[in-house]
């Protein structure tokens, strides 16, 4: 059974056509017709998409059929399509603490704040929060910059404290990264 499923919310005559094909689609046909229900259904489900005939202004993942008629094969296509973009979207954001960086536009975001970040920034951040331990700047150097341990530079020590200011002014966060004897943490 697959784990994609279509709300469809008051528009009965869509539900009786797709509930017809359900067999031969890809995805779970759900019909609700209150707001409530519609509540109610979307706590329990990770992967939906709502469709509807109408724009709700409260609900995430919709999909808007208003240029009807349209062939079937469309709207398998483009429900497919909005299915896939949703996926991406979930696969493109990283929670670490209160923020949750957005991979593909780049930013982190706490309160409706955003910061723009580097692609190393980024990779730094993720490479932090994946560890339970202070990193070493050697292992920064290796993992994050593909570095050879004898190079003597200060990359990591200029990009820590650059990330650094940039929480400071950004969120007024002085406690993202913190330095421990051994290495690098996110607190």
Known sequence: MTNQNLIIYKFTELY?????????????????????????????LHNYLIISNEKYSNFNHQFILDNIPINIFKLIEKINIEFLKIQFNI??????????????????????????????????ITYLSNSNEP???????????????EIETHTVETHIYRLRKKFLNTFNDNNFIISEKNGYKIK
């Open 16 to 44: 009786q056509i797709l509930d017809e094909l359900s067999l031969d689609l890809n995805f779970n046909i759900i019909f609700v017709k209150d707001e409530n229900s519609l509540n109610q259904k979307i706590k329990k």
């Open 91 to 124: 696969q493109s954001e990283v929670k670490v603490k209160n923020y949750t960086i957005d991979l593909n536009s780049r930013e982190i975001i706490m309160d409706n704040k955003k910061l723009k970040l580097t692609e190393k920034e980024i990779n730094t």
């Open 135 to 149: 990193v070493s700047i050697n292992e920064l150097e290796k993992s994050v910059w593909s570095y050879q341990s």
